[in-house]
């Protein structure tokens, strides 16, 4: 009998055994990186295979945008551990457009916490443009969320100044310390938006009907015209994204920028929001959280792994650069990094 009992037992610790360690290898399977020799290879061929397309235009209702050399293209991996892999036009400066709004929020967040953006921009896709006055008239939360150019503004007038040049000051200061880099307003393209952002006057007027902007107006508008027009290369913009894909702390410098905390909710609301009315299409087939600019930039984050960038001025009717999608979705089809997948 006793012996019978401890066969039994011994069986029985011998299949927990063998289950844990299945566990263990198919968590180990989920959370893999790829090599350091695959993801170089990945870059550079994502680089060729896409290098050639054609579809999209330069952006050009801002006129100094329709100046930007449409061929170019650069794709970037800056890893949650700090290693860097690139191909093509990498070091060029473009204006990082859009792909500013979730770091401000992110900036916003850190000095008023996450709820903050809920109560007082909102969190909602609007699945409409990004600039789509209508946006703001029909969804209860007027400014929307913080990735649409009303709520982008919204978000600017919120973060903590005395005026608007320490605001901005603030802002470039948070990009410098998330890039790692020293980065500056390209002033060319914003004399451009400053003289042609009637639509943007106008959603910072609408939000101040609505009392859902926090500093005066025209001041939002242009801080928020001197945030698109800073100048990133796509590499300084992966690192970037790669101090969100580690809980905030940048993985070239060693500092924490962003509180972990507030991380999954700037994550969140790219996921949701980030492509504006293609946000759908985007989690369909990309299944990352991104951010897209009218510059050709988009960043996308696999959380605890790497970010991913695509600069390439062709852009689609949405605003979104038609090769920098592509390169994105490439990568994260090779290596399974949708998020909504088990990771094999
Ligand atoms: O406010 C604007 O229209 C531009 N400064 C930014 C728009 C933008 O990047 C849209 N995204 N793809």
């Known amino acids: 009998m006793r012996l019978i009992a401890i066969v039994l037992f011994v069986t029985l610790v011998m299949t927990a055994g063998t289950a844990m360690a299945q566990i263990a290898t198919d968590i180990k399977t989920a959370a893999d990186m790829p090599t350091a020799t695959d993801i170089r290879k990945a870059v550079q061929e994502a680089y060729e295979k896409f290098k050639d397309v054609k579809e999209g235009a330069t952006a ?43 770091f401000t929020a992110a900036l916003v967040m850190q000095q008023q916490g996450a709820q903050a953006i809920v109560d007082k921009i909102g969190v909602e896709p609007t699945g409409l443009k990004f600039n789509a006055i209508l946006a703001t008239q029909i969804i209860p939360q007027v400014s929307v969320n913080p990735l649409v150019n009303s709520g982008a503004i919204a978000s600017v ?13 603030k802002i470039l200061s948070f990009f410098n310390d998330l890039s790692g880099a020293k980065l500056s307003v390209i002033e060319d393209v914003y004399k451009s938006e400053a003289a042609t ?8 007027y609408i939000l101040a009907a609505s009392d859902r902007i926090y500093s005066e107006p025209m001041e939002a508008v242009d801080v928020y015209t001197k945030q698109c027009s800073i100048g990133v290369t796509a590499q300084q913009l992966a690192v970037m994204g790669a101090t969100l894909a580690n809980g905030g702390v ?6 924490r920028v962003i509180d972990n905390q507030y991380v999954p909710k700037v994550l969140a609301i790219m996921m949701m929001a980030g492509f504006y ?5 985007w989690a369909f087939t990309a299944g990352l959280p991104a951010k897209t600019g009218v510059g050709g930039g988009i960043v996308a984050v696999v959380p605890g ?11 689609n009717d ?27």
């Open 197 to 204: 952002n009637q639509r943007n006057r106008a959603h910072g």
């Open 277 to 281: 009315n293609e946000s759908g299409k």
């Open 250 to 255: 940048n993985p070239l410098t060693g500092k």
């Open 60 to 102: 050009d209702y801002i006129p100094e945008l329709a100046k930007v050399p449409s061929e170019l293209f650069g794709v970037a991996i800056v890893t949650a551990k700090g290693a860097v892999y690139t191909a093509g036009d990498v070091d060029y400066a473009f204006t990082i457009q859009s792909v500013s709004k979730p």
């Open 157 to 169: 007038s919120m973060v903590r100044a005395k005026n608007a040049e320490e605001r901005f000051n």
């Open 305 to 315: 792994k790497m970010a991913i960038v695509g600069f390439s001025p062709r852009v």
């Open 318 to 344: 949405a605003g979104n650069s038609v090769r920098a999608m592509k390169a994105i979705e490439y990568m994260s089809e090779k290596f399974s990094l949708n998020l909504f997948g088990s990771g094999k």
